[in-house]
């Protein structure tokens, strides 16, 4: 490539990230964010570096007069992957949109196709073989999850999606993540993998799932149902004192609920147990603290090392941000993060969407499909689409006119 080419191409990746805004909602809170002036990456860094490497470039810019600067970006569910975190121009919290926009019309955008990545068959025997590896070794739970792919009439707008995904989940953590790629990321996650503000830590796994009806007397008999089963309470269990052992080292107090609680988005009923603790050291970061905990059994399962393997064994595809984690945090350490499921990853006019299952002694291959199903309806919905019944109809491609 000759200097002249070389120099167009970085002009238009410096006018492409100039543009780039980014995405993060919580329960009473608004992050948005302008451009790019920093991009930070992994390569040739292991974990421990990477996070320096994060702390002291958000510590140089506030050195350097501006405010409080921030990382924004999403980890992978291989923590080996390339991993990219944008410092933005500017960046506001506030508790609404700035443009005004919380309210949106889904996008006009047409379903062309939808096919799915792996299959019904195929998942329903990864989960087959899943449970016989549990009866033959120390697998005590894994998440086997699935893919499918979405094509649209028009290009798809991610930030409008995202926007229709908080009105649509107003409780839910919602984002819209550019990648430097020119893909976005994009989701609304039920699931907080760790806050820190100041010295306050805290976490809120969720394991145990059923799909939410249209009637409350339902949802309460199914909530009554979830808290009591043996299978879904065992499988929460494991979830949660995973995440309160992480966590435990880095605390002086914390609080650890001896049971599970319920919790109900827009398409599921959770099992939930909220862990709060007190930081040992206000210097331990929300980055910090993300990586000790990511990924938990809620996504990946217990024993980690073998479940990772079960996945990669099992699966038949690539999770790459998926069942990852996606968040931000600031110069003094603070910030959210949370665990990168109920999400998508566009392109143009395509959207790959994902859901996971955890499965455990007692799970059926058929129940752990529908419950995918049902968390596909999360994005379906954001896209104007309901395609839980429509993705039975074909096990790998479905057009319509």
Known sequence: MNTE????????????????????????????????????????????????????HLKKLKENGHENPIAIGSIPFDINQKTEFFIPNSSTFSEHFSDGTETQEIDSTKLISLSQVTGEQHFKGAVNKALSLSKNTQLDKVVLSRAIDVQTS?????????????????????????????????????????????????????????????????????????????????????????VYQHLQPFCSEINNPEAPSIIETSAMIHLSTKIDGTLTSENTSALDLAYALHPTPAICGTPANL???????????????????????????NGEWVVTIRCGVIQQNAIRLYAGAGIVEGSDPAAEFNETEAK??????????????????????????
């Not at 990746?13 to 920093?38: D, N, Y």
């Not at 309806?377 to 954001?382: F, I």
Request: charged share 20%; with cysteine.
């Open 5 to 56: 080419n070389l120099d167009q191409k970085n002009i238009k990746q410096k006018t492409k990230q100039a543009k780039m805004e980014f995405i993060f909602t919580s329960p009473h809170k608004i992050l948005t964010t302008e451009g790019v002036k920093k991009t930070l990456s992994n390569e040739g860094l292991d974990t421990s570096e990477f996070i320096i490497s994060v702390k002291s």
């Open 154 to 242: 028009g290009t798809l707008n991610a930030q409008r999606m995202a926007r229709v995904l908080y009105q649509q989940n107003p409780s839910a953590y919602v984002f819209s993540i550019p990648q430097s790629n020119g893909s976005t990321l994009v989701g609304a996650s039920p699931e907080l993998l760790v806050k820190k503000q100041g010295n306050q830590v805290s976490s809120n796994p969720l394991a145990g799932s059923r799909k939410r009806t249209a009637i409350a007397t339902q949802n309460d008999a199914l909530s009554d149902e979830l808290w009591s089963c043996t299978k879904d309470r065992f499988e929460h269990k494991l979830v949660a004192d995973a």
């Open 307 to 333: 479940a990772k393997a079960t996945i990669q064994h099992l699966e038949g595809y690539e999770r790459a941000q998926f069942c990852g984690a996606v968040g931000w945090m600031d110069s003094q350490g």
């Open 376 to 401: 596909l309806n999360t994005m379906l919905s954001a896209l104007g689409f309901n395609a839980a019944n429509e993705t039975q109809q074909s096990a790998q491609t479905m057009v319509l006119s």
